[in-house]
């Protein structure tokens, strides 16, 4: 009797969670005008509506772009960082191993408003390399994090061995540290890819005029009207941001597998 | 020709002396082992050696050429580690073949050299397995194998037995000697195990606290320990205060409250010249128990009381009361061990014996 309470508890909970989820995927491929209850018919028009909406599309783009810079620029940091961190004794290294993690505990419209308040008093306007900046600032944390547990965990003398036979510290990195590294790298960047790409709060605050992301032009759509197309725009977000992360866990833990890491 | 030469080598970390002006010849092909307790200083030195390490003072030579500025990858050396130390994404054959690459050695040669590494480990039909795939000892030998494929101008050998369990950890050490034996590649090997130590080594090279306590043959060292820390080291030893009645014909006489007058041969006492306060030192594998109605044969006989047995099957360990002292002997069993409170004459011969300064010689 009671765990079929919790189990029935428990349905609720994911009820809750994801219906709302389920019900922008179905409402996507609805043949209505309205988009909403009750269904009319099955139909990809919705989707079809939103690869000629040129703003939509140019949105896509510059997500994807920003996303793809944010995530390079974020592991390149990220992984060279957590070198730094924990191979090398640097004076104050816990202060600054908390404030490269602090931007996620800082509320991110407390960092927008700063980051944008910062950038104007040095008298440097909105672009969209500020916006870049800005995501870089807090995919960082995730990539510091990932990159730096796996880091812990490669032992200090195979790359001594390495050494030893002859390799440069160059070498050693890209023939040892790095392959061994790359499971979290590619983590690190799909996060990194990921939040970047969601992202609307600090997105508001830093982007030029004109230029619109896939979650401002989404919010800006919102504010005239509930149109079907945004159903189908969420269905193409959830594909990217739940479905690519997934492919890159499996591939990471392929990866993994083979290597023996 | 010395293969590896130290000069005064002094290594501190902060207020730490880790390394005490240590100098230490190394000769071209002999197998020298570092050994001492933990935090004596044996794995500093090697990794001094191996350049993981700067000295703060004095030099290290590698076949005559000062390398104290040459990092690590320029000094031709095999490094073989406690934790194996592989490439976990790398199969066998590509970690042995890793230092060759830096080598410029071409691809058939580099082939060719990797199987034989691998046939002299015997492992030959490992070579495309992973490093996971293969057991500790197999691990060690790919290690060994990639170490030795370079042909180095010095093997170091960081306890690389003391990850293996104990019957392998003896198989391999006959293995490892062998291999060392037959490509007499000059080797240092850094251990706190002295069986090791005794087994392997040309030299032995003990430590204490940073500084050297003695240098020796294996024998030499265990027979002729020259302080009392080597004597409690290396296997159990007794160590009694006793008298010293300076030297005469060669021996020197000895005298301590429970025992005849002993006259040790004086090549056995090279510290203890004159009369004075000394200490007398008898391995505990020296002293024989026998019952005392017995036959010395021009032994020693000193009367005891056996306090405890400690039995381990061919073996027994017996503490012993000779006066107010307790002494300690180990003794392969006959019949049946002495048991707890049996009246025995512990019988022992002159050579055995060896005396040391009260203050150790600087």
């Not at chain 1, 960047?189 to 508001?204: H, M, V, W």
């Not at chain 2, 360990?317 to 006959?334: P, S, W």
Request: net charge neutral; hydrophobic share 50%; aromatic share 8%.
């Amino acid at each position: 009797m009671g765990w079929q309470l919790i189990r029935l508890y428990a349905i609720l909970v994911y009820g809750f969670m994801f219906l709302p989820v389920a019900v922008v995927v179905l409402l996507s491929f609805n043949d209505s005008q309205f988009g909403a209850f009750p269904m009319t018919g099955f139909s990809l028009r919705w989707f079809e509506a939103l690869w000629n909406n040129d703003a939509i599309m140019r949105a896509f783009r510059t997500s994807i772009m920003l996303g793809l810079l944010t995530a390079v620029i974020s592991t390149t940091l990220g992984v060279l960082a957590s070198l730094a961190l924990v191979r090398y004794s640097i004076p104050g290294r816990n202060l600054i191993t908390t404030m490269l993690i602090a931007p996620i505990l800082v509320p991110e419209v407390v960092l927008a408003v700063a980051l944008l308040l910062f950038l104007n008093f040095l008298g440097i306007g909105k672009s969209f390399t500020l916006l870049l900046f800005g995501h870089v600032i807090f995919t960082l944390p995730f990539v510091i994090l990932v990159v730096q547990a796996r880091l812990v965990g490669i032992r200090r003398d195979v790359e001594e061995a390495a050494l030893s036979l002859g390799a440069s510290p160059r070498q050693t990195f890209f023939s040892i540290t790095l392959p061994l590294l790359m499971p979290a790298v590619a983590a690190g960047a799909l996060f990194a890819f990921t939040i970047s790409f969601d992202d609307i709060t600090g997105t508001l605050f830093w982007k030029p005029g004109g230029v619109e992301t896939v979650p401002t032009q989404i919010f800006a759509m919102l504010r005239h009207s509930i149109s079907p197309e945004i159903n189908a725009l969420g269905t193409v977000m959830i594909v990217l941001t739940v479905g690519l992360p997934l492919l890159g866990a499996a591939l990471a833990r392929r990866m993994a597998m083979k290597r023996g890491g | 020709m010395s293969a590896v030469t130290l000069t005064d080598i002094v290594k501190r970390f902060g207020n730490f002396t880790a390394v005490h002006r240590m100098s230490l010849d190394i000769p071209d092909g002999s197998f020298v082992t570092l050994l001492g307790p933990s935090g004596c200083g044996k794995t500093t030195t090697l990794r001094m050696i191996a350049g993981l390490l700067d000295p703060t003072e004095g030099d290290i030579s590698i076949k005559g050429r000062r390398i104290n500025d040459v990092p690590i990858y320029k000094r031709n050396l095999g490094l073989v580690f406690q934790n194996y130390a592989l490439f976990p994404h790398k199969t066998v054959a590509e970690n042995v073949a890793f230092g060759l690459k830096y080598r410029k050695v071409p691809r058939e040669e580099a082939r060719r050299r990797v199987a034989e590494a691998l046939e002299l480990v015997q492992l030959p039909h490992l070579g495309e397995r992973y490093p996971r795939e293969l057991s500790g000892g197999q691990q060690q030998r790919v290690a060994l194998a990639r170490a030795i494929v370079i042909e180095p101008d010095v093997l170091l050998l960081d306890e690389p037995l003391s990850a293996l369990d104990a019957n392998l950890r003896e198989n391999m050490r006959v293995e490892l000697k062998n291999i060392q034996s037959r490509i007499g590649v000059t080797s240092v090997f850094v251990t706190h195990d002295q069986s090791e130590a005794l087994a392997m080594s040309d030299t032995i090279v003990v430590m204490s606290e940073g500084r050297v306590e003695q240098i020796g043959a294996p024998e030499e060292v265990y027979n002729t320990p020259a302080s009392e820390f080597v004597a409690q080291f290396l296997g159990a030893s007794n160590i009694l205060p006793a008298q010293a009645l300076g030297i005469e014909g060669g021996e020197l006489g000895l005298e301590l409250p429970g025992f005849p007058r002993l006259a040790v041969p004086a090549s056995r006492a090279p510290d203890v010249q004159k009369s004075g306060p000394a200490k007398l030192v008898i391995r505990a594998e020296k002293l024989v128990l026998e019952s005392p109605d017995s036959e010395a044969n021009g032994r020693y006989s000193v009367p005891a009381i056996v306090e405890t047995v400690d039995y381990q099957g061919q073996s027994a360990r017996y503490f012993l009361r000779v006066g107010d002292q307790q002494l300690q002997a180990i003794n392969m069993i006959d019949q049946r061990p002495f048991s707890q409170g049996e009246a025995v004459a512990l019988r022992f011969r002159a050579r055995d014996c060896a005396a040391l300064p009260v203050d150790p010689a600087p």
